[in-house]
């Protein structure tokens, strides 16, 4: 038996942390796709405001299963 699976490119960002973007991207992402595989992160970069990192964020290829 085979599979098909689609690419789907997303972007997420936090006050906490490269870590919790990627966590809350996922989350987000399991909520609207059904049969989430991986993810690989492409991008990371913060948001500076006043010398100090104010959003970390991550751009992201998250995979997932079709049904048949």
């Not at 987000?28 to 500076?48: F, G, H, P, Y």
């Amino acid at each position: 038996m085979s599979s098909v699976a689609r690419v789907t490119e997303i972007t997420s960002s936090s006050k906490k942390g490269f870590e919790d973007a990627v966590e809350s991207g996922i989350e987000r992402a399991c909520k609207t796709l059904d049969n989430v595989t991986s993810a690989w992160i492409q991008e990371m970069k913060v948001d500076i405001e006043n010398g100090k990192v104010k959003h970390w964020r991550v751009n992201m290829k998250v995979t997932f299963v079709l049904k048949d």
